[in-house]
């Protein structure tokens, strides 16, 4: 079945810091990925859906400079937090549809950030 | 309002018992419907979709689907302790391929 891998799985960074995280589809062309963010007991929470070769959408409420998203190819998107503070500590999950838009939506095993 | 709702649980349920979770939604142009189940500190696993009214069975797990009454429901039989898990809803929106997650319902099976 499809794959969506997403690295790092965990990272612990200092204030200040810019951290970027992977998301690749191994084994299909996705124009389009979705980056959400998780806090502790509360669901998936859509951040921006990231399209092959133009800018991101985002979702009201979050901002498209501290999270700078980049879709270069078909099979990779990254999302840079940038400047992260001790508040942006979450679980960051990427997903994709593959290049048909067929169902279902493939999540990636999700990153772990927590600043320090 | 919340496009998508669940009730959080905890839900708890004997080991060999059905567990019954149920999900509404505001949508009513939505034509698919996902359950996942997602264990703690991992990210969400499919474990049933559904796109058409009544029922679809896969396993231990029937999915219930009324669009008139904008309501998808998940039975899990003879639960077992390892499907102790929070079980998101999820709904594509009738236009795009964003999906909108409920706030999920968590499932204790005790053995």
């Known amino acids: 079945g499809a794959v969506v891998s997403q690295h790092p799985s965990w990272v612990i960074c200092k204030s200040g810091t810019s951290v970027k995280i992977e998301c690749r589809s191994l084994?299909?062309?996705?124009?389009?990925m979705f980056w959400y963010r998780q806090f502790p007991k509360q669901s998936l929470m859509l951040m921006a859906t990231?399209?092959?070769?133009?800018?991101?959408?985002?979702e009201q409420g979050v901002e498209k400079d501290k999270f700078l998203i980049n879709h270069a190819s078909l099979t990779l998107s990254t999302l840079t937090v940038t400047s992260a503070h001790p508040e942006d500590s979450s679980f960051y999950i990427c997903s994709a549809f593959d290049r048909m838009g067929n169902q279902p939506q493939h999540f990636g095993d999700g990153t772990r950030l927590s600043i320090l | 309002q919340k496009e998508v709702e669940q009730n959080s649980g905890p839900l708890s349920v004997p080991e060999g018992a059905i567990a019954s979770l149920n999900c509404t939604y505001s949508d009513r142009g939505s034509q698919s419907f996902f359950w996942y189940r997602q264990y703690s500190g991992k990210s969400p696993e499919l474990i049933m979709s559904?796109?058409?009214?009544g029922d679809k069975e896969d396993g231990r797990f029937t999915a219930q689907l009324n669009k008139a009454s904008q309501y998808v429901s998940l039975l899990i039989r003879d639960s077992q302790p390892s499907d102790s898990a929070t079980y998101l809803c999820a709904v594509k929106q009738a236009a795009g391929n964003k999906l909108t997650f409920g706030g999920g319902t968590r499932v204790l099976v005790k053995p």
């Open positions: 990231s399209n092959e070769g133009s800018k991101a959408t985002y």
């Open positions: 559904i796109y058409s009214n």
């Open positions: 084994d299909f062309q996705a124009t389009t």
